[in-house]
């Protein structure tokens, strides 16, 4: 899951570019119909993937399979329910990459069902979809400020203990580095990646025709 295969890796550009593209714009769609029109003003509010595609976080999905992208900036007070609404554009990126993860998990089964006759590069290229997919939702609901995890945890944390964890954002990057230049983010997240593919498994298997 984490080699360097070159073939692999570049046949995985489709997914990086999907990933976050499809991810940012989730959040764009979301917050715009909750009533913040700043994304949309922002110029967020849309498919093109130079809009959203943040060098470095590419590169680091590139090589690791876990980056990010420009953050789709908004503002909360445009809301009805501000807690709630950034709670729900939150989570918008994730459960879209989730979805674009399973649609391509549940081609790869269709094909390998009735044997279909698909190139082993197509087949790569789906199957980084999925890969990358995945990998982008799991490690952007990490509750490490500024993911889209900690926008959550926040949300429901009381106002008190809400200021104390948004002060360790100044540590954000130092912790992301840590996470990806160690261990630790595989210990952490292939359990997660497991749970989501099993999920996969079973969801899809029940929709085969």
């Not at 948004?166 to 292939?190: D, G, H, K, N, W």
Request: net charge positive; charged share 10%; no cysteine.
């Amino acid at each position: 899951m984490f080699g360097f295969d070159l073939q692999e890796m570049l046949l995985g550009i489709p997914g990086l570019v999907i990933a976050m593209t499809f991810h940012e714009y989730a959040h764009a769609r979301a917050a715009v119909s909750l009533g913040d029109f700043t994304p949309r003003l922002m110029g967020r509010l849309t498919l093109n993937p130079t809009a959203h595609i943040d060098p470095i976080g590419l590169l680091m999905l590139f090589l690791v399979r876990f980056g990010w992208a420009k953050p789709v900036m908004i503002n909360p007070s445009n809301f009805r329910q501000p807690k709630r609404d950034d709670i729900l554009v939150s989570l918008a990126g994730p459960m879209m990459n989730l979805f674009l993860g399973f649609a391509a998990f549940y081609v790869m089964l269709l094909i390998n069902a009735h044997r279909l006759d698909v190139s082993q590069i197509t087949y790569t290229i789906i199957q980084m979809i999925f890969v990358y997919n995945v990998n982008f939702a799991i490690f952007n609901m990490l509750p490490i400020p500024p993911l889209d995890g900690s926008h959550i945890l926040r949300n429901l944390l009381p106002p008190d203990l809400a200021y104390r964890y948004q002060s360790i954002e100044r540590y954000s990057i130092l912790i992301m580095i840590v996470f990806i230049a160690t261990p630790i983010l595989s210990v952490v997240l292939m359990p997660l990646f497991r749970l989501v593919y099993g999920f996969y498994k079973v969801l899809g298997s029940a929709l085969l025709f």
